[in-house]
C-alpha cells in the first residue's frame, strides 16, 4: 500500500474489501495521479502559480473510493463505510467531504425506517460540523432533526449523544446553566457502565464547564473520570481532548510546567492520530502558557501556527481566541496600536459567531489593555460588560479578578 492514499483511508480498505479489490482500488487511484498534468511546462503562464490545497488530493480520494465501493459492496456495508469516511473526514479536518458524504448517507437512508439509526447518526455529525465552524443555526436544526429520528426508533443512547452536542452548543453560546441541564441528561440516559465512549464525552464537557466556573479541582474529577473511559477503548483522539482540558485547568491554576507537559500529550496524540483541530488547539494553549512565561517570542510563533491550522478549518471560535492572546502578546511588548486591533477583532468574530463566554474574555483583555493606556472611560467599560456576564454564570474567579481591577482606578 502506498503513502500517498491517506492513512485514515489506506487503514479500513482491508476491512470493507478483498484483497484483489484493494489492488484494484490502488491501481485506480495510482492512474489517476499519473493522470495529472504537469503544470512545471505552463510555468510561463502565470494564472497556474496558485497554490491548490492538499486537502483536494484527499477529497479526491474520498470521490474515487465512494465510486468504487458502491458498486462493490452490499448497501449496508457500503453505508457503514459512508459513516466511518465521515468521521475520517471530520478528524482530518475536511469538514465539505464530510457533509458530502453525510448527506449521501442521509439521501440513502431517508425512505427506510429501518435505517433511521444511520440517518440520525449522519445528522448528528452534520451538526457537529457546523458547531466546529460557529454556524448555530445550521448545527440546531442538524441536532434536532437527529433527536427526532432518534426518537421515532426509541435510541435513547442515540438521543442522550444529541443532547450532549447541545451542551457543547450552549456552552459555546455561553449560556452554561442550559449546557449543564443538557449535559446531566444526557449522562442520565448514558448510565450505563459498559459505555464508556458517551459517558467519557459527558464527563469531558462537565469537566469543561466546571473549569469555566472556577471549579478546577472539580474539573480534574470529571477530566480524569473521562481519561480512565477512554483508555479503557484506547481512543487517542478523545485521550488527546482530554489532556489539553486538564492541561487548561493547571495553566488557570498557574501550574505552567504542568499544563506545558499535558500540551505535549495531546500535541503528540493529535499529530499521530491527525487530528486537526486539536492540534490548532494545543498550538493556542501553548502561546498562552509561553505569554504567561514571557516568552513572546515563542508565544507569537505558536500563535501563528494555530491560526494557520484553523483557518484551513474554519474553525471560527479558535481563529478568535488566537487573536485574543495575539492581542495579549502585543500588549505585554507595549505595542498597543497592534494589541488593540488584535482585541477588537476577537471581540468582533466573538459577537458574530455568537461566543459570550469568549466575548468577555476578550472585554476583559480590552479592559487591561485600556487601563495600560490610561483610557479609564474605555478600561471601565470593558471591564463592567466582561463583570456583567461573568456574574451571570457565577465564575467567582473572573468576578473576584475584576473586582480587584475595578478597585485600582
Given amino acids: 500500500m502506498t503513502d500517498k492514499i491517506n492513512k485514515s483511508i489506506s487503514e479500513v480498505l482491508p476491512d470493507f474489501f478483498s484483497k484483489n479489490q484493494v489492488d484494484e482500488f490502488q491501481y485506480i487511484f495510482n492512474s489517476s495521479l499519473e493522470s495529472k498534468s504537469n503544470t512545471e511546462v505552463f510555468q510561463k503562464e502565470n494564472s497556474l502559480d496558485f497554490k491548490v490545497e492538499a486537502g483536494l488530493s484527499y477529497r479526491s480520494q474520498i470521490d474515487l473510493l465512494v465510486t468504487f465501493a458502491e458498486n462493490k459492496l452490499e448497501r449496508e456495508k457500503f453505508l457503514s463505510l459512508l459513516l466511518y469516511l465521515g468521521q475520517a473526514s471530520i478528524t482530518n479536518g475536511e469538514f465539505s467531504a464530510a457533509i458530502d458524504v453525510n448527506e449521501k448517507i442521509i439521501n440513502l437512508t431517508k425512505d427506510d425506517r429501518n435505517m433511521a439509526n444511520l440517518a440520525a447518526n449522519a445528522h448528528l455529525l452534520i451538526g457537529e460540523i457546523y458547531s466546529r465552524q460557529a454556524s448555530w443555526q445550521n448545527c440546531l436544526e442538524s441536532i434536532n432533526i437527529a433527536i427526532g429520528l432518534f426518537s421515532s426508533i426509541s435510541d435513547v443512547k442515540g438521543i442522550a449523544k444529541c443532547e450532549n452536542l447541545l451542551g457543547t452548543v450552549y456552552g459555546d453560546l455561553g449560556d452554561i446553566q442550559k449546557a449543564v441541564e ?51 477503548v484506547n481512543d487517542k483522539k478523545r485521550i488527546a481532548e482530554i489532556h489539553q482540558n486538564i492541561g487548561m485547568v493547571y495553566f488557570k491554576k498557574g501550574d505552567y510546567k504542568l499544563a506545558l507537559n499535558e500540551f505535549d500529550e495531546s500535541l503528540a496524540l493529535g499529530i499521530e492520530t491527525n487530528y486537526q483541530q486539536q492540534i490548532g488547539i494545543v498550538y493556542l494553549s501553548k502561546a498562552s ?53 488584535y482585541l477588537l477583532t476577537s471581540m468582533r468574530l466573538n459577537d458574530e459567531a455568537g461566543n459570550q463566554l469568549n466575548l468577555a474574555e476578550t472585554y476583559q483583555e480590552l479592559g487591561l489593555l485600556y487601563k495600560q493606556m490610561d483610557k479609564i472611560t474605555e478600561s471601565k467599560r470593558y471591564l463592567n460588560l466582561a463583570m456583567k456576564y461573568f456574574k451571570e454564570i457565577n465564575s467567582e474567579t473572573d468576578i473576584l479578578a475584576i473586582q480587584k481591577l475595578l478597585g485600582d482606578f
Fill in 289 to 341: 502558557v509561553y505569554s504567561s512565561l514571557n516568552d513572546y517570542s515563542l508565544a507569537n510563533a505558536f500563535a501563528d501556527k494555530s491560526l494557520e491550522v484553523s483557518h484551513k478549518l474554519n474553525d471560527k471560535l479558535t481563529i478568535a481566541d488566537v487573536y485574543k492572546i495575539k492581542g495579549i502578546i502585543q500588549k505585554n511588548v507595549s505595542n498597543f496600536l497592534l494589541a488593540e486591533n
Fill in 182 to 232: 443538557s449535559f446531566e441528561s444526557a449522562l442520565e440516559k448514558s448510565n450505563d457502565e459498559l459505555n464508556y465512549t458517551q459517558k467519557g464525552k459527558i464527563e469531558i464537557n462537565l469537566g469543561i464547564v466546571k473549569s469555566i466556573k472556577g471549579l478546577f479541582d472539580e474539573a480534574l474529577v470529571y477530566f480524569k473520570r473521562a481519561l480512565v473511559n477512554y483508555q479503557k
